[in-house]
């Protein structure tokens, strides 16, 4: 019974020295990748650099035992750290306050998301469409690289908004400093080359792929430590040159945030804005991942994993985490093999920070900058607006409106005018379901749309397919649509509603059945049902529609047709 929800306790079992071997490998490397991104995902969070090591540490163990991907990487991620800094920045906080909330948002999101598990609801999920989420995706990209060109450039930048940072770039583009201009423009063109050219170099020269694909990894770690080296040896941080400055040696104090029931009032909508759409990006990456090795992801039991991770990251005073895209690819080619993989990262990163941290004290923040933008480069698609604009103009309306009102107004707002599109334009859909008068394909017992194929009709008998389950939104336009083709052939005698497609049946669209058969029967028309599905009419039978049904329920359609076409009929 536990192991259902403490995965370990099944895979555990079977842990062997090769897997050991597999998993610390996959660490080992997870861990070079891990380090800059931690430090770079704190600044973009406004908190201190410490602050992404300590939220690389105890949130994996926490997901290595309640997580069910064997390939997810959990820690840090640009998105969401974005989002942290979104709903922090808004309550005017500073210093010790700043990460004190930071902490509870953490807290807070790991609580929404163990009950979501619990309650078994990671269906919720499924309204952030797969356009809203690149849409998303795409804008927060764009705000998180404009708002590291300030760093990139050592001026100022200030907001959460496209608007907001251009003006403020723009009000302090003449100050920009030569020397961390330089630190930044070499970082980025280093980093580029690293990822976009490196592999290729190195595998001309004649190395193993397993190395060219090691030396790429650590590619960023090389770049940070030549720049803290340029920085030492010609003193940058004299000549205006943002540094990381003194951080913290040893390890986190562990402890449950202290309750301040105002400041969770504030974070309460953020916590859980931040919790839906970190699942998603999750639950996204583990499923492909999973798909590779013919695996499973339990999404409920993801829920627990990541909930978890972020209770883990608020009392060992770390910030929201999930899973990130590019360090659980790594994972995976990496060979991780169990959760376990991310237990070892954990304690790769803990040694980092006991033993690593005196070193970055001369750190440019330009360099960590360059490496943000790097990273959320790649998650940048515009494609997808074109793809939707050829596809459905609906669901292209939904990404715009994601994305521009991300990259204007904020990533709040913004996911939820995507929510509330999907929303809108899913009851619109369904609302006006598609419904095809049908007939028979000769010599066959199929029944195709009359519009779309050549097929046999039965004069007296309209056959009425409806492509989607009945509810309120579309109750009033099944009786519409039945009405009008009963006022246009006077000699009809017989309407079978065939509901193949049908999956449900709400008590709206029961009442309206119920209004169908009367109207019908005043006319002197019989209503039929058929192909029926087993749970739909198990419905059925608790009401006392199928006792005033003045036809019949067939269980395919040509039964119907032969049996109403015939002498008796």
């Given at each position: 019974?536990?192991?259902?929800?403490?995965?370990?306790?099944?895979?555990?079992?079977?842990?062997?020295?090769e897997?050991?071997?597999?998993?610390?490998?996959?660490?080992?490397?997870?861990?070079?990748?891990?380090?800059?991104?931690?430090?770079?995902?704190?600044?973009?969070?406004?908190?201190?650099?410490?602050?992404?090591?300590?939220?690389?540490?105890?949130?994996?163990?926490?997901?290595?035992?309640?997580?069910?991907?064997?390939?997810?990487?959990?820690?840090?991620?640009?998105?969401?750290?974005?989002?942290?800094?979104?709903?922090?920045?808004?309550?005017?906080?500073?210093?010790?306050?700043y990460?004190?909330?930071?902490?509870?948002?953490?807290?807070?999101?790991?609580?929404?998301?163990?009950?979501?598990?619990?309650?078994?609801?990671?269906?919720?999920a499924n309204?952030?469409?797969?356009?809203?989420?690149?849409?998303?995706?795409?804008?927060?990209?764009?705000?998180?690289?404009?708002?590291?060109?300030?760093?990139?450039?050592?001026?100022?930048?200030?907001?959460?908004?496209?608007?907001?940072?251009?003006?403020?770039?723009?009000?302090?583009?003449?100050?920009?400093?030569?020397?961390?201009?330089?630190?930044?423009?070499?970082?980025?063109?280093?980093?580029?080359?690293?990822?976009?050219?490196?592999k290729?170099?190195?595998?001309?020269?004649?190395?193993?792929?397993?190395?060219?694909?090691?030396?790429?990894?650590?590619?960023?770690?090389?770049?940070?430590?030549?720049?803290?080296?340029?920085?030492?040896a010609?003193?940058?941080?004299?000549?205006?040159?943002?540094?990381?400055?003194?951080?913290?040696?040893?390890?986190?104090?562990?402890?449950?945030?202290?309750?301040?029931?105002?400041?969770m009032?504030?974070?309460?909508?953020?916590?859980?804005?931040?919790?839906i759409?970190?699942?998603?990006?999750?639950?996204?990456?583990?499923?492909?991942?999973?798909?590779?090795?013919?695996?499973?992801?339990?999404?409920?039991?993801?829920?627990?994993?990541?909930?978890?991770?972020?209770?883990?990251a608020?009392?060992?005073?770390?910030?929201?985490?999930?899973?990130?895209?590019?360090?659980?690819?790594?994972?995976?080619?990496?060979?991780?093999?169990?959760?376990?993989?991310?237990?070892?990262?954990?304690?790769?990163?803990?040694?980092?920070?006991?033993?690593?941290?005196?070193?970055?004290?001369?750190?440019p923040?330009?360099?960590?900058?360059?490496?943000?933008?790097?990273?959320?480069?790649?998650?940048?698609?515009?494609?997808?607006?074109?793809?939707t604009?050829?596809?459905?103009?609906?669901?292209?309306?939904?990404?715009?409106?994601?994305?521009?009102?991300?990259?204007?107004?904020?990533?709040?707002?913004?996911?939820?005018?995507?929510v509330?599109?999907?929303?809108?334009?899913?009851?619109?859909?369904?609302?006006k379901?598609?419904?095809?008068?049908?007939?028979?394909?000769?010599?066959?017992?199929?029944?195709?749309?009359?519009?779309?194929?050549?097929?046999?009709?039965?004069?007296?008998?309209?056959?009425?397919?409806?492509?989607?389950?009945?509810?309120?939104?579309?109750?009033?336009?099944?009786?519409?649509?039945?009405?009008?083709?009963?006022?246009?052939?006077?000699?009809?005698?017989?309407?079978?509603?065939?509901?193949?497609?049908?999956?449900?049946?709400?008590?709206?669209?029961?009442?309206?059945?119920e209004?169908?058969n009367?109207?019908?029967?005043?006319?002197?028309?019989?209503?039929?049902?058929?192909?029926?599905?087993g749970?739909?009419?198990?419905?059925?039978?608790?009401?006392?529609?199928?006792?005033?049904?003045?036809?019949?329920?067939?269980?395919?359609?040509?039964?119907?047709?032969?049996?109403?076409?015939?002498?008796?009929?």
């Open positions: 019974m536990l192991g259902r929800y403490i995965p370990i306790l099944r895979w555990g079992r079977h842990y062997s020295t897997t050991f071997g597999r998993d610390l490998m996959a660490a080992v490397i997870v861990t070079i990748m891990l380090i800059p991104q931690s430090l770079a995902y704190a600044l973009l969070a406004g908190l201190p650099p410490e602050i992404g090591l300590y939220a690389s540490i105890l949130p994996l163990v926490g997901y290595a035992i309640f997580g069910s991907s064997t390939s997810l990487a959990v820690g840090p991620v640009a998105v969401v750290s974005l989002m942290t800094a979104s709903a922090l920045g808004r309550l005017s906080l500073e210093g010790a306050d990460v004190s909330a930071a902490i509870m948002l953490a807290l807070l999101s790991g609580g929404i998301l163990l009950l979501m598990g619990l309650f078994r609801l990671g269906f919720i309204f952030l469409s797969h356009p809203v989420i690149a849409g998303f995706i795409t804008a927060s990209g764009l705000i998180i690289a404009t708002s590291q060109l300030g760093g990139l450039l050592g001026i100022r930048s200030e907001g959460h908004a496209l608007p907001e940072l251009v003006l403020s770039l723009a009000a302090n583009i003449a100050s920009i400093n030569p020397y961390t201009l330089a630190v930044g423009a070499a970082s980025l063109a280093a980093l580029i080359w690293i990822r976009t050219s490196l290729g170099q190195l595998s001309r020269l004649g190395l193993r792929s397993g190395l060219a694909n090691l030396i790429v990894r650590a590619g960023p770690v090389l770049v940070v430590l030549g720049s803290i080296a340029a920085s030492a010609f003193d940058l941080s004299s000549r205006g040159v943002a540094v990381v400055g003194d951080v913290p040696q040893g390890l986190p104090l562990l402890a449950v945030p202290g309750i301040d029931l105002g400041l009032a504030n974070l309460l909508v953020p916590a859980f804005i931040i919790s759409v970190g699942f998603v990006e999750s639950i996204s990456v583990a499923q492909t991942l999973a798909a590779r090795k013919r695996e499973r992801i339990d999404p409920d039991q993801e829920l627990l994993g990541l909930g978890a991770a972020n209770i883990a608020a009392i060992g005073s770390g910030y929201p985490v999930t899973g990130g895209f590019a360090r659980s690819v790594v994972n995976h080619d990496a060979g991780a093999a169990t959760p376990a993989a991310g237990a070892f990262t954990a304690i790769g990163i803990a040694l980092a920070t006991l033993l690593l941290t005196p070193f970055l004290a001369l750190l923040k330009a360099t960590l900058a360059a490496t943000i933008v790097v990273a959320v480069l790649a998650l940048v698609d515009l494609s997808i607006l074109g793809k604009w050829r596809y459905s103009r609906a669901d292209f309306i939904a990404v715009a409106l994601t994305l521009v009102g991300t990259l204007l107004v904020g990533v709040e707002i913004g996911i939820s005018l995507g509330a599109a999907s929303i809108l334009i899913f009851l619109y859909r369904t609302s379901p598609h419904m095809a008068i049908v007939g028979r394909v000769s010599g066959t017992e199929h029944f195709r749309n009359i519009k779309r194929h050549t097929v046999e009709t039965t004069p007296g008998i309209v056959s009425l397919r409806v492509d989607e389950s009945l509810y309120f939104a579309n109750a009033r336009f099944l009786e519409d649509a039945i009405y009008e083709i009963v006022a246009q052939q006077p000699e009809l005698r017989h309407v079978v509603l065939m509901c193949p497609a049908v999956n449900a049946i709400d008590m709206s669209a029961l009442e309206s059945l209004t169908i009367d109207r019908l029967l005043t006319l002197g028309v019989s209503l039929h049902l058929s192909e029926v599905k749970p739909v009419m198990d419905r059925l039978k608790r009401s006392h529609f199928l006792e005033a049904l003045t036809g019949r329920v067939f269980l395919s359609q040509h039964e119907a047709i032969t049996t109403l076409s015939g002498p008796a009929r």
